[in-house]
């Protein structure tokens, strides 16, 4: 599958940072891959955490990710 923007929802925002929860289908290896939130570049910032809940219709499983780059619309995870 692909992005979907309807499950990328803010948890909290202060001061210029954003913790986001991010919830799909997909496993964590497409969701953590290159250019999976690319769609979201927009709105997404270096320095954001995100909590991704991956493989709902499976085996959910919960990991934490970090947004080490935001540039040219492309946007680059790494895990924390």
């Known amino acids: 599958m692909a992005f979907q923007s309807k499950d990328l929802s803010v948890l909290a925002y202060a001061n210029g940072f954003t913790l986001w929860h991010y919830a799909s289908a997909d ?8 250019g999976y939130f690319n769609p979201a570049a927009d709105m997404i910032n270096t320095g954001d955490l995100m909590i991704l809940t991956t493989d709902t219709g499976t085996a959910p499983a919960t990991a934490l990710s970090r947004i080490s780059d935001v540039s040219g619309g492309t946007v680059t995870t790494a895990a924390v």
């Open 27 to 34: 496993t964590a290896a497409t969701v953590t891959g290159a």
